[in-house]
């Protein structure tokens, strides 16, 4: 297999990975003299080192955009880097739960239903028709019904605070969540602009080969004409 010299590191590549300066977009060529001043047009490169330059000026138009990257960014960053996808690198990770985060899930779910409002509506009933109705003369909360608030305001004074910490778990994963999503929409974006170079390369690339082509062409019709041209004379 032939292998080229780059012009930027003087290393050997394989020919196929050999891309003229010609066929670099302007905003990364820039970039790429802007580090090596004697890169010129008619220099090359191989493709693994364009690739390298391509990052970087991603990563700095993004600096440019955002000021400085946090680490949601840098993990974005990362991700391309390492050819990885974003679930990776998430922020949301498979943890089981402790004994007190089951009980808040549990007793927030079942406070939250209606199983709950019912069953409770009919304790109530049930105690005040025992306590008014039924034992009349041995009632143990007559009215109006100390001990029945007493309990309610306990299970309302217990239930709110394991409610809350259910709730907060719970805004703690939507978080985690939106930051994974916004994590997905920033490497969509920045991955869109890579294959926007790619796609200009490629376009560029089949330009030269065209040119190259045509150049051939009229060459050959040129050597035609003389061929004919020859014929005539004699």
């Not at 509506?121 to 105690?127: A, E, L, Q």
């Amino acid at each position: 297999m032939k292998n080229f010299l780059s012009d930027l590191s003087q290393k050997e590549f394989p020919i196929s990975e050999r891309v003229s300066a010609t066929a670099i977009r302007h905003s990364v060529l820039q970039l790429i003299q802007e580090e090596n001043p004697d890169f010129s047009e008619s220099s090359f490169l191989s493709l693994s080192e364009l690739n390298d330059y391509r990052e970087k000026y991603i990563t700095q138009s993004l600096k440019n955009e955002l000021g400085d990257l946090s680490h949601l960014e840098e993990n974005v960053l990362k991700t391309m880097k390492e050819k990885k996808t974003i679930t990776d690198k998430g922020t949301i990770k498979a943890s089981k739960n402790t004994f007190g985060q089951k009980v808040a899930d549990k007793v927030a779910s079942f406070g939250g239903s209606w199983t709950f409002i019912l069953s409770f509506m009919g304790f109530i009933v049930i105690w005040i028709i025992l306590n008014a109705i039924l034992l009349t003369r041995k009632e143990f909360d007559p009215y109006p019904f100390i001990l029945l608030n007493l309990i309610l305001s306990c299970i309302a004074s217990l239930q709110a605070p394991v409610i809350m910490m259910s709730q907060n778990r719970q805004e703690a994963k939507d978080r985690k969540r939106s930051q994974d999503d916004y994590m997905i929409n920033l490497k969509s974006e920045l991955e869109i602009r890579t294959l926007h170079e790619k796609i200009d390369h490629l376009i560029i690339h089949q330009q030269q080969e065209m040119m190259e082509v045509q150049k051939v062409q009229i060459e050959m019709l040129n050597d035609i004409m003389k061929e004919i041209q020859l014929l005539k004379a004699k």
